[in-house]
């Protein structure tokens, strides 16, 4: 048996845990702020949020078993981003964030046109959307010059951060498929054309996700309290680790991820190439993945916590908000959410898609919108899902994860909306968890079919036959349909 250390870095929270072949013995974690310098940006500190958590969270987590000898880390966090560093790996600014940060909607536009949008979804597998890091570096590149000038390495959140730990400027392959147009899927490597974005030598070297890419240098051990030269695997996404800790493991499993965003992740047999979803090699040699994700989801909640329920107390006011939304009935009373309060990721890939609460009158309460807001995701949700199905690639057995599957209303509202049981595993610390795993396999210490050991299924939710369903979804997709062109002409 190892005692291993995960760490996920979150866009709200970051976590921590020790594991010792699957038991848990320490865990700890951390919030931060999430900085939106103007509407459509996103972005993080990357030495007080990405490597400051790292930090801070390991030296917890020891305090807490000092008398544990750890014997390999792995970390994930928040992706893709975008931190140019200096020569020295200092931050020229602050970290651009993932999907949910659309700035660079001129240089996608740009490069489709330039490059043809047939041309880089064949190499990359995957459309230019606010997911993909290409044109962020060159909205980088033009926006920034001065920055520009000096960057000699780019990052994103977990390569930055390994090579805090260990020195090695290195990326997974996962992660690396969210780099488009500068990742060749068929190669399973940069591109050989990196079409004036940037320089290959500012890119890191590509390595597997459970990899051993190093070993804790010196610094990084005075930093975090580890001990020096135990390895550090490459690291990846949070998303996918989170996967990892819920067993997703075969073609057809599809992880669905309640936190900030809803994120999806399915294991297919090949390669998906479906505009609408986003493609890369799975975290192992050989295998596959496509992935989707919501703009807006946890984060709408909290939204609706602060803005129409300010006077609940902040430990139980999602407790008091989801009491409330379970006596409103499904359907919310007639009314319907659409949840694209920051644009859209997947399948709209709409950056000027604007939330709306259709239906109003004077009869709802605040428990008919906090179901109707719930009830939006949940929609959104069975958008993605039939998605999968009409690229071929349909779930055959879901596993959900995070903070949300504690929202019972949402949860169930999510299983009646798509038809699809969900299971919950014993465990739901999410990607950290994962992560200690893939140090386990890392260094021998565990098998991949161990995590059903690690992490066992504890209940199922099951799908209901609703009426006011199968009534509302159609009209959901309706109104935004028939809103599109007006959300476009809203002033920013």
Known sequence: MAITMGIDVGTFESKAVLVEDGRILAQARRAHDMLVPRPGLAEHDPEGVWWGDVTHLSRALLAQVPSARVEALAVSAIGPCCLPVDEGGTPLRNGILYGVDTRASAEIAELNERLGESAILA?????????????????????????????????????????????????????????????????????????????????????????????????????????????????????????????????????????????????????????????????????????????????????????????????????????????????????????????????????????????????HARGDLFRAALEGIAAATHHIVETYSEAGAAPTRVMAVGGGTKMTPWLQATSDMTGLPQEIRRVTTGAAFGNSFLAALAIGAAQAEEIDTWNPPERTVEPRDLPAYAKSYPLFRRLYEQTRDLMKELPD
């Open 123 to 363: 190499l990359a597998g995957t459309s230019l959307t606010s997911q993909a890091v290409g044109p962020k570096v060159l909205w980088l590149q033009r926006n920034e010059p001065e920055v520009w000038a000096r960057t000699a390495r780019l990052h994103t959140a977990t390569s930055f951060i390994l090579e805090r730990l260990t020195g090695v400027h290195a990326m997974d392959h996962y992660t690396a498929a969210s780099w488009s147009p500068l990742y060749d899927m068929g190669r399973q490597a940069w591109a050989d054309d990196l079409h004036g974005i940037c320089e290959r030598s500012q890119l890191p070297r590509l390595l597997w996700s459970a990899e051993i890419a190093g070993q804790v240098t010196p610094e990084g051990a005075e930093a975090t309290s580890l001990p020096e030269g135990i390895p550090v695997t490459t690291g990846t996404i949070d998303a996918a680790a989170e996967a990892v800790s819920v067993g997703v493991s075969r073609p057809g499993d599809l992880m669905l991820m309640y936190g900030s965003t809803v994120f999806v992740i399915e294991i297919t047999p090949g390669r998906v190439t479906d505009p609408r979803l986003w493609s890369a090699p799975w975290l192992f040699p050989g295998s596959h993945a496509a992935m989707a994700g919501l703009a807006t989801s946890g984060t709408l909640t909290q939204w609706f916590r602060e803005i129409v329920a300010p006077g609940l107390p902040r430990d139980t006011a999602f407790e008091t908000l989801a009491q409330e939304a379970e006596a409103s009935p499904p359907g919310a009373r007639g009314l319907i959410c659409l949840p694209y309060f920051s644009g859209e990721r997947t399948p709209l890939h709409d950056p000027q898609a604007r939330g709306v609460f259709f239906g109003l009158n004077l009869t």
